[in-house]
């Protein structure tokens, strides 16, 4: 019989989700669809806990769902209760499992360029869901030293008094950057000078959460110019897939099938 995974979010047409997870059914020889499942706030819950019933193992929870994805779950993992928020939804025995796979996404692609954490100075940009997690992780993952920088900067102090970090008046030199703002993604002239990154030299390591198909953002550009390791969104994007599907079906993620599909290259 055909199970079903898919992402809940509103919307979700441009997800590269269902490319990169029916990529990865294909090659490991599952008989699963991956669907998208477009889903407005009002009927969030209760399409949710339908899905059980409809032959659904998991699914995805994006943009405006991953706060409420934690509110319905049984069994939340501690990275979703410690962010505040729920990306993977995994059902089974009758009950909701939820986790944060966008935090073990960052570190997988971290690790993946040789980059350890411990004792690194971070700042990350941004104090939406993708800051929250990004910082949570350095936390966790022994940064020395964390902090926040966002455009409105009462949410920067928000998130660093619920995480026990340090907030920014001003991006200020450190040694592992994080753009998990959402500026860049359109290549937007003037893009750095929002970021107050002009002026700044890159760190040894920057991360842009922001993804695109069409090569380097404008955060990515001005670390690769600088020699910086740079670890893009469309890795991190894959890999908290990997983790997603490694939660659902137990099996270990062809990530080299699930990028190109991402990327737009699958046959
Ligand atoms: P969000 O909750 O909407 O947060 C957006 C953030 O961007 C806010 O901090 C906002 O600041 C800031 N921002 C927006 N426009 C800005 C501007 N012109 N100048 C400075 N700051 C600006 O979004 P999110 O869910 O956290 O996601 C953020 C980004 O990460 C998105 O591009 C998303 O696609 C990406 N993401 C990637 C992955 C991945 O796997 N690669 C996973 C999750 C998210 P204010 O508070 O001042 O509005």
């Known amino acids: 019989m055909l199970t079903l995974a898919g992402v809940l979010g509103f919307p979700v047409e441009h997800s590269l989700s269902p490319a990169m997870h029916n990529a990865a059914f294909r090659e490991l ?17 209760e399409t949710a806990r339908s899905l059980p019933g409809s032959g659904y193992r998991g699914a995805n929870v994006t943009i405006p769902h991953k706060v409420a994805a934690l509110r319905i779950a ?5 990275a979703a209760r410690a962010i505040g928020a729920a990306n993977t939804l995994t059902f089974a025995d009758g009950a909701i499992a939820a986790d944060n796979t ?14 350890e954490p ?9 104090a939406g869901g993708a800051a929250r997690a990004a910082a949570w992780t350095l936390r966790e993952a022994g940064a020395a030293d964390v902090s926040v ?33 959402s500026v860049g993604l359109r290549r937007e002239e ?29 955060v990515q550009a001005w ?45």
């Open 29 to 45: 020889g599952l008989e699963w669809r991956y669907v998208k499942l477009p889903v407005p706030p009002e009927r969030f819950e």
């Open 74 to 78: 049984d069994e939340p993992s501690e």
């Open 102 to 115: 966008d935090a073990g996404g960052l570190l997988s692609a971290l690790e993946a360029e040789h980059v």
């Open 118 to 126: 411990v004792g690194m100075r971070a700042l990350v940009l941004g």
């Open 149 to 181: 920088w966002n455009r409105t900067p009462q949410r920067a102090e928000e998130l660093a008094r619920d995480l026990g970090i340090g907030h920014a008046g001003r991006p200020a030199p450190c040694e592992l950057l994080v753009n998990a703002t």
């Open 190 to 218: 003037g893009a750095l000078e929002e970021l107050h990154l002009a002026d700044l030299d890159p760190p040894s390591v920057v991360v842009d959460l922001v993804y695109s198909r069409e090569g380097p953002t404008p």
């Open 223 to 267: 670390g690769e110019r600088a020699g910086a390791t740079v670890v893009d969104g469309l890795e991190v994007l894959v890999r908290q897939g990997g983790l997603s599907l490694r939660a659902w079906t137990g099996r270990e993620a062809p990530l080299d099938v699930m990028r190109e599909a991402a990327l737009g290259l699958a046959a």
